[in-house]
């Protein structure tokens, strides 16, 4: 394999995991990272910025994007639309730099199968109990969305198992120092160098 | 798989590219990691201790021991036979306790056969020609020994594709460091977890 290919990481974990926050972390300790922002037709929580935490879009506008085949996969959840777009990847992945994903599992599953190189991590909370107590403090959802979300979490625990890795986000900086060792970890696999390299120059 | 059963981790390297150090470096960041011991019928080299750097023993010592079914894998190389004994492997696996081995290619494919689970890092030189010089200058060895070391890395080098990970000594530190890395993040595997723990002791 190519050295100069940027390596891809996709992110999944429950809500109110505190994703954003790992996440985040991850980016101050790997300057050459790029955060791919997702398509999704969802009302910004409070903080979101559009072309930051997402590209927000009418489901009109989502709709084109999918007719247009933008999209290197998309998912329909409840009643909203979430996607990545082709260009947010496969660009920066070509220049040699690595690309961050955060993803539900549909879409994380989605891309493993697409890139089979990807590396794919979820975070997990130390317990459920405290998750569960988290997202009903968290206070920014009706009780019919947080009852879709236990649900959701119920559902999302049977494919942790499909994933590559999963670390626990007991505490952000912990969690996030984690996922960069993985990340350069992955970095020197045999799979991912020209081990031969070494030799070239010599004799 | 069981979160309370230990890894196995297996380095090899090229003759002079530093992997004593770069060991002696990852057990001193790793308190909970185990060095096994290998047999060998080797010379200790200056420095070397038996029991230490490995059991020293004569040709008929270690022909007994094979008789017995004492080793996990044994090799002979040139003139010498080198072995792992399967007492220092199994049990301290089994008390949860991680494993290194150091190991040439040939004992490293042996053990990876026998130990899918276990985890294969070689180290590169950050050239040959830097290689070279160092193994010649070392000054332990005949003329026809190095002569034998030079066509052993030329042999080594085919399969270190084979290998899981690759890892470069320019500084020993960094090296050891990288390794040490490695040990933590595969043992955030999904494969090497019970990922559904989180769930125990829940509802």
């Known amino acids: 394999m190519d050295d100069s290919k940027g390596m891809l990481i996709v992110v999944s974990g429950f809500s109110g995991v505190g994703k954003g926050t790992v996440v985040q972390l991850v980016f101050e300790s790997l300057p050459n990272l790029q955060f791919s922002i997702s398509c999704t037709t969802r009302k910004p929580r409070s903080g979101e910025e559009n072309g930051v935490n997402y590209f927000f879009m009418s489901e009109e506008e989502f709709e084109k994007k999918i007719a247009a085949d933008e999209f290197v996969e998309y998912t329909k959840t409840f009643t909203n639309y979430y996607g990545t777009l082709k260009s947010e990847i496969d660009k920066p992945l070509a220049r040699g730099v690595d690309v961050l994903l955060e993803l539900n ?40 969305s947080i009852e879709r979300r236990l649900k959701e979490i119920e559902n999302e625990s049977k494919v942790i198992d499909k994933y590559d890795y999963c670390v626990t986000n007991n505490i952000a900086r912990t969690c996030a120092d984690e996922i960069v060792n993985i990340i350069r970890s992955e970095h020197l696999r045999v799979s991912r160098q020209n081990v031969n390299k070494i030799f070239i120059s010599e004799e």
Request: a positive charge; zero cysteines.
């Open 105 to 144: 599992v549909v879409g994380a599953m989605n891309i493993k199968k697409m890139y089979p190189d990807s590396v794919t991590v979820f975070i997990s909370p130390p317990s459920i109990g405290a998750l569960k107590a988290r997202l009903i403090g968290r206070g920014t959802e009706s009780p019919e």
